[in-house]
């Protein structure tokens, strides 16, 4: 007869249970153990909800250009006296941020993966602030952001990630994550105002935004693209495998209401990817890493990992619809 462990002996053969790694999504590039921890870090409490041309804000973006730079992303911000470039973009406000006409200061953190066509660029972009701290609610006072748009710069990240790790590209990939969109598109407009090449080499932008829910309007397991029906950006990206659909609530105008607007009056073809702007989180306290369903978003975000390294090397140039480009 066979003697029983002894207890101390099978608390450790317990132990050794636990601690061996449950091997997941080893056949995806995007993991969602990567998912939650950017995300985590951005829309924690210690963020203070990021508020646009707040020091909270800039942490978000020295965070993003940090993981720019271990992804081995050339540096694509400002240059210091000595010549040295920076992950990070210092971008000054006017006094229509801030009333006192003291100045203020916003940040855009921006990476580039130099590809093999130096006049061929392609955008994928994401605002990193959000609403800050309200002092003057009762109970929780800040604005974390988790979906609006921690969601989006993980989105960036994830496949500034892949995208850096694998052959270098035929155009060159602009990864970009604006500060204050939640003022105006602010680190957008300088960006755009300043271009690091000229607008007519941007074959295409891609913002993310609001990436962490499922839409009940659109089949499950996909995101929808604003403006779809404008360009033939979308419906070639959803041919190459992208879950991407038409944005199911166009009396909202969401292909207004994001960064990509400011490229697309420019004659870019630019375009946000989301999936869902209407929960009640929205501008709320509310919304938090806990409503975040990160399973979904592991899945739809790996579904355009392909199509996207297919754009970046392709020569497929998208083209706004007659009749479809964007005007004031």
């Given at each position: 007869m066979t003697k029983p462990l002894p207890r101390i002996?099978?608390?450790?053969?317990?132990?050794?249970?636990?601690a061996v790694p449950v091997p997941a999504q080893t056949n995806a590039p995007i993991k969602e153990q990567n998912i939650r921890a950017e995300l985590g870090f951005l829309a924690s409490d210690a963020m203070q909800g990021r508020g646009s041309a707040t020091n909270y804000e800039r942490i978000a973006a020295e965070y993003i250009g940090s993981q720019f730079r271990q992804f081995g992303l050339?540096?694509?911000?400002?240059?210091?006296?000595?010549?040295?470039?920076s992950y990070i973009q210092r971008v000054s406000l006017n006094s229509g941020i801030n009333p006192s006409a003291e100045p203020r200061t916003t940040w855009n953190a921006i990476g580039v993966l130099r590809g093999t066509q130096a006049d061929e660029v392609i955008m994928l972009s994401a605002h990193l602030d959000h609403l800050g701290v309200n002092e003057s609610l009762t109970g929780d006072k800040i604005f974390n952001g988790a979906d609006d748009d921690a969601s989006g710069c993980v989105a960036v990240l994830e496949l500034a990630r892949v995208l850096a790790?694998?052959?270098?590209?035929?155009?060159?990939?602009?990864?970009?994550?604006?500060?204050?969109?939640?003022?105006?598109?602010?680190?957008?407009?300088?960006?755009?105002?300043?271009?690091?090449?000229?607008l007519p080499q941007i074959v295409a932008d891609l913002t993310f935004e609001m990436l962490g829910r499922p839409d009940s309007k659109v089949p499950a397991g996909t995101l929808w693209l604003t403006?779809?029906?404008r360009s033939t950006l979308g419906p070639e990206l959803a041919r190459q495998g992208a879950a991407l659909v038409a944005d199911p609530r166009p009396e909202q105008n969401f292909f207004r209401r994001s960064d990509n607007y400011s490229l697309a009056l420019r004659g870019v073809i630019a375009h946000t990817v989301s999936s869902f702007g209407l929960h009640t989180d929205y501008h709320r306290v509310s919304d938090e890493i806990d409503k975040i369903d990160f399973p979904f978003m592991t899945r739809s975000l790996n579904s355009l990992v392909k199509p996207v390294q297919w754009l970046a090397n392709s020569t497929f140039r998208p083209a706004w619809l007659p009749g479809q480009a964007p005007t004031r």
């Open positions: 002996a099978l608390l450790l053969f317990l132990c050794l249970l636990i050339e540096p694509g911000g400002d240059t210091d006296s000595a010549g040295n470039k790790a694998g052959k270098r590209p035929r155009r060159t990939i602009y990864f970009v994550c604006f500060g204050s969109e939640e003022r105006g598109g602010q680190g957008s407009r300088y960006f755009i105002a300043n271009s690091p090449v000229p403006g779809f029906e």
